[in-house]
């Protein structure tokens, strides 16, 4: 009998604080276990699953037209190719360089392959690319016209992949508003872009945009120039360098350009 008058079970108290106990553990257990888990993922993922690479192969890439202003009332016709159906993720807009178009981001599955993946891929034909018979946008309306395009192409914030030529497009249209980038972009993915070298180290340390940094061992041209510029960005995570890979690196190695898309994907996008 306990001072209050009050019987006290011994073994019900042990009993419930036994239970307590095994639930505070239980649910620390499930966070770490998690936690981990993800971590893990990130670091052992080697390859995209079969099971994706089966279902792109169902999946239909799209050619579509669309008319992009540039000045003064003149617009210029645009290729862009996306995969049906659309299944309404993150939007990821690929870019390429002058030797390139559309067309070669199909040829290599990484529309399909994205698609599948539960993301949402586009893929354009810039003026300046092998394909285009559009008129030429001057270097210094590139980063408006990019603007323009993605407002046509009602892309949210997409995540650009920007090898190359494209730089001349996707670096003016990320400096445009340095502040606002998050409103512009869920992240930057530059592959040897050009004209890395036209801005600052205070430009680039302005422009916090997840970024990954991706060029080929054997690339001599662009690669070794713009990635000592582009490590200025303050939100960019390890340089991913593509073995055996030239200047197109995305091209001539897709498997390993494709599992470094995705880990930055899951790391950074919901």
Same mark, same amino acid.
């Given at each position: 009998?306990?001072? =209050?008058?009050?019987?006290?079970?011994?073994?019900?108290? #042990? #009993?419930?604080?036994?239970?307590?106990?095994?639930? &505070?553990?239980?649910?620390?257990?499930?966070?770490?276990?998690?936690?981990?888990?993800?971590?893990?993922?990130?670091? %052992?993922?080697?390859?995209?699953?079969?099971?994706?690479?089966?279902?792109?192969?169902? *999946?239909?890439?799209?050619?579509?037209?669309?008319?992009?202003?540039?000045?003064?009332?003149?617009?210029?016709?645009?290729?862009?190719?996306?995969?049906?159906?659309? *299944?309404?993720?993150?939007?990821?807009?690929?870019?390429?360089?002058?030797?390139?178009?559309? %067309?070669?981001?199909?040829?290599?599955?990484?529309?399909? &392959?994205?698609?599948?993946?539960?993301?949402?891929?586009?893929?354009?034909?810039?003026?300046?690319?092998?394909?285009?018979? =559009?008129?030429?946008?001057?270097?210094?309306?590139?980063?408006?016209?990019?603007?323009?395009?993605?407002?046509? #192409?009602?892309?949210?914030?997409?995540?650009?992949?920007?090898?190359?030529?494209?730089?001349?497009?996707?670096?003016?249209? #990320?400096?445009?508003?340095?502040?606002?980038?998050?409103?512009? =972009?869920?992240?930057?993915?530059?592959? /040897?872009?050009?004209?890395?070298?036209?801005?600052?180290?205070? @430009?680039? @340390?302005? *422009?916090?945009?997840?970024?990954?940094?991706?060029?080929?061992?054997?690339?001599?041209?662009?690669?070794?120039?713009?990635?000592?510029?582009?490590?200025?960005?303050?939100?960019?995570?390890?340089?991913?360098?593509?073995?055996?890979?030239?200047? /197109?690196?995305?091209?001539?190695?897709?498997?390993?350009?494709?599992?470094?898309?995705?880990?930055?994907?899951?790391?950074?996008?919901?």
């Amino acid at each position: 009998m306990s001072p =209050s008058g009050i019987h006290v079970n011994k073994s019900v108290v #042990l #009993l419930i604080l036994a239970i307590t106990v095994g639930i &505070i553990v239980f649910n620390n257990y499930k966070y770490f276990s998690t936690f981990l888990t993800k971590k893990n993922t990130e670091v %052992e993922m080697t390859e995209i699953s079969q099971a994706i690479l089966d279902k792109a192969k169902t *999946l239909d890439v799209k050619t579509h037209r669309i008319e992009v202003e540039v000045e003064d009332g003149q617009s210029v016709e645009i290729v862009y190719r996306d995969v049906l159906p659309k *299944l309404g993720g993150t939007d990821i807009l690929f870019l390429h360089g002058q030797s390139f178009s559309s %067309e070669d981001w199909e040829k290599t599955d990484t529309l399909a &392959i994205f698609s599948a993946l539960g993301y949402q891929p586009v893929a354009v034909d810039l003026p300046e690319g092998k394909n285009s018979k =559009s008129q030429k946008v001057d270097v210094g309306d590139r980063g408006l016209f990019l603007e323009k395009l993605i407002t046509a #192409l009602d892309l949210r914030t997409p995540v650009i992949v920007s090898p190359s030529m494209s730089g001349s497009y996707s670096l003016p249209f #990320l400096f445009m508003d340095p502040a606002n980038v998050s409103k512009r =972009s869920a992240g930057f993915i530059p592959i /040897a872009p050009v004209q890395t070298e036209s801005y600052s180290q205070e @430009k680039y @340390k302005s *422009l916090n945009i997840p970024t990954a940094i991706v060029y080929g061992e054997n690339d001599r041209s662009v690669g070794p120039v713009s990635t000592t510029n582009l490590k200025n960005l303050p939100d960019h995570d390890e340089l991913h360098m593509i073995k055996g890979a030239g200047h /197109a690196a995305w091209k001539n190695k897709p498997e390993e350009f494709h599992l470094i898309l995705y880990k930055f994907l899951l790391k950074e996008t919901k």
